[in-house]
């Protein structure tokens, strides 16, 4: 069957963040074989690949990309890098296009592919908080930046002289009763307080809004905040997810 005609073809999707390396593994709508590695660990990045169907790869970075993976992956696949210049199945008012993450991108293509009909507000809660808005129209609205939890519980140490190193966990009160556990609590307490302001300032300026977490912290956070919002969803592979939908609208376009 002609590679650009295929529906059912299997398309590898390749998200780098700044620690992890996840991939998806799609044949044709199905999900399978979702991979989690540290993002330096290139044995496992080549092992999954063998006796693996792979027809085509699209791959995005928050950081520098291994030269002698991304030449492995140009010289056998199909390959696709998210750059400033793919083209997207959206518009977008982001004053600076060439800055923008790319893992936003394809969240935002990722949160319109599930939800056709909806405006939505993307959470994605790793090193950093990031919210993103895209409407019904498919016009991506910008959003915002803010640090992440591991990040605020990091800095408290590293910016002060007596504050201890606070590892990130489940907490067991809304306030602390030690200075570890003050911290603790004003870190994850402080996000969650953030999102819901966030979730409702957006709310108020757009009507109908699909709220949508993803990242990393994405479980603990929707441990805490999922009663005080409602239209709230929890999709851990929503960037991946996107990918694959950026990768299908440029093969097609050809």
Request: charged letters at 25%; aromatic letters at 10%.
């Amino acid at each position: 069957m002609n590679f650009l005609k295929n529906k059912n073809r299997a398309i590898l999707a390749i998200d780098i963040g700044n620690t992890r390396l996840k991939m998806m593994h799609f044949k044709g709508s199905e999900m399978s074989n979702y991979f989690n590695i540290n993002k330096d660990d290139l044995k496992s990045f080549f092992s999954y690949f063998n006796n693996k169907k792979i027809d085509g790869v699209i791959l995005s970075s928050t950081s520098n990309i291994n030269d002698e993976m991304e030449l492995f992956l140009e010289e056998n696949y199909h390959y696709i890098r998210l750059k400033t210049e793919t083209e997207l199945p959206l518009q977008s008012v982001y004053h600076t296009p060439k800055t923008l993450g790319k893992d936003r991108v394809a969240g935002v293509v990722g949160a319109r592919s599930i939800f056709e009909d909806k405006n939505c507000l993307l959470i994605d809660a790793g090193t950093c908080i990031t919210y993103d808005l895209i409407n019904n129209n498919d016009v991506y609205l910008g959003g915002n930046i803010a640090p992440g939890i591991e990040m605020r519980l990091k800095s408290m140490h590293h910016f002060t002289d007596k504050l201890p190193k606070v590892n990130k966990q489940r907490l067991d009160s809304d306030r602390g009763y030690s200075t570890e556990s003050a911290i603790r609590a004003g870190a994850v307490w402080g996000a969650m307080m953030e999102i819901e302001g966030f979730v409702r300032k957006f709310s108020f300026q757009i009507p109908n809004l699909q709220v949508i977490l993803t990242g990393g912290d994405a479980p603990l956070i929707n441990e805490l905040i999922n009663k005080n919002i409602a239209n709230l969803r929890i999709e851990p592979h929503l960037v991946l997810i996107g990918l694959k939908k950026i990768y299908e609208y440029n093969v097609e376009k050809k």
